[in-house]
């Protein structure tokens, strides 16, 4: 792992910032592939999105941009990772009247997922946690994940890529690390993120895709019994790109034809 | 500000830290007098709780106590933060199997409140943003804060002390940064904690001065409704101690027999 914090060379953040005392900041994890970080102007615009929901005060794109282009230099294939705190603060939870956002930027190794989670699909934990209502922080891709934590920590069998996280009612809402869709008779739907999960930029990728090509598709709750009933079943993330799922909950699928076409269209064009 | 990082003098923590990665840790705050960080005994015993519940490994207590006495030297009467994260870990959610918990010590200045809080009680702001139900993380002080932040920035007014939190339902659940009690019929009342809110050491200390002088207490839902009908309402933390609740959503308060007593009580035995 190499980082810079605010543009400098540093693996380290004062222990007053937000970031780490209250959570207070968002992410953006992407892949970056010969030197390009992929996607980068859907990734800044839902870091901007972010920050804006939390009145996080953005930096400057091109700083940012500069910053993300200084680490490919020794590491053009890698995991970016972008952090934005609402930055040092005194004690107490309001915010400094001016805060100085602290920007970290850090390329690890891109994770080694086997060839065949692309291919044959994945098997997924179907996670005892239930994510909490908070519309205020939902689709927000912010630092307080201790659920995501927790839920992670409720499977240790390395088969098992991720967990498939529920609302309190039941509906099927996203991944531990991805967000979720399933295909039936010919249509996609995905979970509505108005009152938890994290709306990635994959999923808005897949959306898109889904209306150029003339594919019906629905935002709206998805109880876990139409996840179940589905044709195929799916997985997006901007390292892991989709990932079929193969089981989940006793139920097993193959790669269906939608899935499919959906991963060489998307692999096509990183838009 | 001084701190302690694992015991050397430092400011700074690494960048992969957990506890900046997924708010993945948890806190105490508490307030240090003549050199004697007080309610140490219970202030451990909740951070060892707290530790527990999320499956972070517990410090020695020794080693933060020593630590603390440390900074004690310099600052013998301060704002004292322990901060436990699970410590440095690779990119994922998934803990390391072996975690190694960052130990952060902090030593800031007593926040200078009036002294007319305690005798006259503080106006209280009613937050419009609402406490979700997550039962995993209910009564926890973990790292994850950023609906107090949110709830904090509601107001800007210097003479609103606190805000209110309520739960989905419309329930009263504590201040952003203390617990609630109302007082009706000679009975004290504080919110139930099971599915959101912080449970505070000094919310146990009024429990267990309720039991000892035979006031009855009650631990259970509480409607903004009855908080607004209640004979007296005070707010409690380790720092500010108790305050008495002069004014909330058009209601207002003098401080009652009862509020004064505990104060009273309270002070004198810091146990």
């Given at each position: ?11 380290s ?47 400057e794109?091109g ?21 934005i ?59 307080n994940?201790?659920?995501?934590v927790?839920?992670?920590m409720?499977?240790q ?79 997006c ?35």
């Open positions: 792992m190499t980082s810079l914090v605010n543009g400098q060379p540093a693996a953040i004062t222990v007053t910032d937000r970031g780490l005392m209250y959570g207070d900041g968002v992410f953006r994890t992407l892949r970056a592939q010969g030197g390009v970080p992929l996607g980068w102007d859907r990734q800044w615009r839902k870091l901007a999105a972010d920050c804006a929901a939390l009145a996080i005060p953005l930096p794109e700083l940012v941009r500069d910053e993300v282009s200084r680490l490919l230099v020794e590491s053009p294939d890698c995991a970016v990772k972008i952090v705190t609402r930055g040092a603060g005194q004690r107490g939870y309001m915010p400094p009247g001016d805060p100085v956002p602290t920007r970290i930027v850090m390329a690890s190794p891109l994770p080694a997922y086997p060839e065949h989670y692309a291919r044959e699909g994945v098997a997924v934990h179907l996670c005892d946690l239930r994510l909490a209502t908070q519309p205020r922080l939902a689709g927000i891709k912010h630092l994940r201790l659920e995501n927790l839920a992670r409720e499977w069998d390395p088969h098992v890529a991720e967990g498939l996280l529920r609302d309190e009612a039941g509906n099927a809402v996203e991944g531990v690390m991805s967000n979720l869709f399933v295909c039936h008779n010919d249509a996609l739907i995905t979970p509505d993120l108005s009152r938890c999960g994290v709306a990635g930029v994959t999923r808005q990728r897949v959306l898109e895709w889904a209306a150029r090509r003339g594919v019906a598709a629905e935002v709206r709750d998805l109880p876990l019994e139409e996840v179940l009933a589905a044709d195929e079943v799916f997985l993330n901007s390292l892991a790109g989709i990932w079929p799922v193969r089981k989940l909950a006793g139920q097993e699928w193959g790669r269906g034809p939608l899935t499919a076409a959906l991963q060489d269209d998307l692999q096509q064009h990183d838009d």
